[in-house]
Structure formats: structure tokens, C-alpha cells
């Protein structure tokens, strides 16, 4: 079995990405890393190398600044590293997502164990989508997705974070998927303040949006917050100590929107009925049930 790792970066260290944090975690599972770097303002280039690890492949690729249509572009540079990737799986991770190390011997023990079986086309992860500190998740966003994908399917990325798949030159679809028994930890919106304001600057036009102010992590219904118990990854040690960001409090003046209602709802539907509802973007074959880890 082989397996491809890959991802995307420009301007990684500016934008406060830990992303040697990020390829370092998958590295012990794969057989090849590939990484779509943009042109960098930065020293992202030079932290790559200095990993120093033959598994990792650079691919210098330009970014179309005239796509400014929903992050689209994104989802081209993804596609860019995906298709040079020559495993039997491809493992997609972004620059700001770091996996546990004691979770890899079981993520690749479900590669191997599904590797003949083609119904398979996918592994989802649990998310930890830390939010405002390290010590607390946000769950109003999607709790699990697709981030190992068949190297044999035909499958797209047209927004950059899912697979689509597509069949007989139809209409595409989410693919068929098991669990990985393994989260991916993502640390996007616990970066320093500075930082995340940097990388509103610089991202917002590829969303066709206009810059503005960062008003903290605060700026949100704390009724989605939850607290993180749990172990980070201990490649993570540093950068949580020196990068990351741990003052939060809601913001004083902060009024409920409808979405918050609407989340409201929902998390309540959630409580009453024992299930979890958030949308998903695969179709779960339900294979790995006793391996998943919320």
C-alpha cells in the first residue's frame, strides 16, 4: 500500500499557518507528501526544506488572482497536488490541520484494511475546530468530513475543502466513505490576532469580499463553545505556547443573529433526539461505527 499526502500553501508562516506542524504530523503515514506552493512574500519555501524529509515534493504553481468566486481557487491548487499524487490513497490535510500521532496506527490500519475493497472510496475524520483558546471547540460548523480520498476515483475539489466524485460523466457526488478512527485537530481560528487579521487581508478576494477589521474570537454565541478535555498533538507544543492565541470572552455587545437562533434550534433537535445533524459531505457505509472517536 501507498500512501500520498497532500496540501496547499502561499504566504503559510505571514498568515500564521502551522504548517510543519501539519505535514510533520502526516508524515509517518505516508509515502509522499506533495505541496502546491504559490508564490510566497514569506519564508514558507525555506520551512519546507528545512524539514528535510525526502517524502516531501514542492510544486511551484501561480494563482489565478482574477478567481475571486467563492474560494474557488483554493480548490484549484488543491486539485493541483492532488493529481500529482501516485498513492493508492491520497491524505489531504491543510496547512493549519495537524493529526495526533496516537491516532496514525489506526488510521493506517483502516487504509490497509480497506484497500481491496473498492466500495470505499473515501475515510472521514471528527473535527476539533478549536476556536478563540486551545481549551474550547466551536461545533456550529460541519463535526466530520472526507480528508482520505481513493487515488483511483475520479473525484474534484471544486471549493477546495470536499471531494465530489465523479460517476459515468453524470452529475458528481459525495463519495462513499468509513471512518478513519482518527479527528483532525484544526487550529485556523485559534492563530494570533495579528495573524488572522493578515490573512483577512489577503484571502478576502478570492471570496470576492472587502477586507475588514478582525474583531476578535469574541464576536460569537458562546451557546456553541464547548470545552476541549482531550490531548493535543505534542508536535504542537510550541506553537501553542508561542503562536497561539488564549484570550477570549464574548464580546459585551454581542446581539443573536437569525443563524444563531437557527444553530440554536438545531443543537437543541440534537440534545432531544440523541443525533447529530450537521451536513455531511460523504455517504457513510458505516463499516468503522466502533472506531469513531467524537
Known sequence: MKVSGFTFLKNGSVLGYPF??????ALPICDEFIVALGPCDDDTEEKLLAIG??????????????????????GQQKMIAHFNCSGDWALYIEGDEVLHEDELPTIKRNMEKYLEDSEVEAFYFDFYHFYGRPDQVGISGYRRAPRIIRNSVRSIAPDGLFF????????????????????????GHVRNIQKMQEKINQVSKYWDHTPEPFPGYGNIDTAVIRPFNGNHPKIMDTWLNNDAEWNFAQSP????????KKVRIKLKLEKMLGVEISKKHYQDLKKNDNEHKS
Open 20 to 25: 510543519v506542524e501539519s505535514i510533520k504530523s
Open 53 to 74: 524529509d525526502p517524502k516531501i515534493r514542492i510544486i511551484h504553481t501561480h494563482w489565478n488572482e482574477k478567481m475571486q468566486d467563492r474560494g474557488y481557487v483554493y
Open 164 to 187: 465530489v466524485v465523479l460517476e459515468k460523466n453524470k452529475k458528481g457526488r459525495y463519495p462513499k466513505a468509513v471512518h478513519a478512527g482518527g479527528n483532525i485537530y484544526h487550529y
Open 253 to 260: 455587545d454581542y446581539k443573536l443573529c437569525k443563524r444563531d
